[in-house]
């Protein structure tokens, strides 16, 4: 069973940076498509950024939303995942979880992992 722990979460104000932390348990992480999503009250769960597997050579994904802000990228050597945030906005304010899926290789803008985190709450005040 996989294991996901989000950390880094918290207050910060507009313009500011913040840096989400996954650390998933298991011997076979270098092979997982990992991916952070973020949900507010009232809507639904929505992709942020992927990353995959070693096998795909690392490719990164992201929402258009977050583009050019927030970078995705992973320590296969320490099974983590990272989600660098820069000029939060007001919007971004939301639960982030972390999530993953062995092998996967479909799209990444339509795609419900296997396994996921608790989530960690970022809110960014105005």
């Known amino acids: 069973q996989v294991q996901l722990v989000e950390s880094g979460g918290g207050l910060v104000q507009a313009g500011d940076s913040l840096r989400l932390s996954c650390a998933v348990s298991?011997?076979?992480?270098?092979?997982?498509?990992m991916g952070w999503f973020r949900q507010t009250p009232g809507k639904e769960r929505e992709f942020a950024a992927g990353i995959s597997g070693s096998g795909s050579g690392g490719r990164t994904y992201y929402a258009d939303s977050v583009k050019g802000r927030f970078t995705i990228s992973r320590d296969n050597a320490n099974n983590a995942v990272y989600l660098q945030m820069n000029s939060l906005k007001p919007e971004d304010t939301a639960v982030y979880y972390c999530a993953g899926e062995r092998f996967y290789s479909g799209n990444y803008y339509n795609w419900y992992p296997d396994y996921w985190g608790q989530g960690t709450q970022v809110t960014v005040s105005s």
């Open positions: 298991g011997r076979t992480f270098s092979s997982y498509a």
